[in-house]
């Protein structure tokens, strides 16, 4: 069982930047794919980021390439996403999510993974 928190959520103008941060517990991450996703109001949830435990590779959506950047520290059992040049349509809830035996073609798709956080809202005003 892994349990995952996120934090470093708030309130940002546009162009600006901010750290998520996913802490787990239970388990090491080391054996995990971990991926970040955003629910805005009245939308459907998106894919962000995520790094594949398989191949190694960190997978990014179309609307944040090249702005945000995923990294973990497996010392600290910590996930991050490092979201830049944030742009009001960045609002939403952050999710960091986990999965064991997720494989690369499904990595997108949040219904495959098996343990999520509770959120952070994430908030860029104009």
């Known amino acids: 069982q892994v349990q995952l928190v996120e934090s470093g959520g708030g309130l940002v103008q546009a162009g600006g930047s901010l750290r998520l941060s996913c802490q787990a517990s239970g388990r090491t991450l080391t054996s995990y794919t971990m991926a970040w996703f955003r629910q805005a109001p009245g939308k459907e949830r998106e894919f962000v980021a995520a790094?594949?435990?398989?191949?190694?590779?960190?997978y990014y959506g179309d609307s944040v390439k090249g702005r945000f950047i995923f990294s973990r520290d497996n010392a600290k059992n910590t996930a991050y996403l490092q979201m830049n040049s944030l742009k009001p349509e960045d609002t939403a809830v952050y999710y960091c999510a986990a999965d064991l035996g997720i494989i690369t073609s499904s990595i997108y798709n949040g219904e495959q993974y098996d343990y999520w956080g509770q959120g952070t809202q994430v908030t860029v005003s104009s």
């Open positions: 790094n594949s435990r398989r191949s190694g590779s960190t």
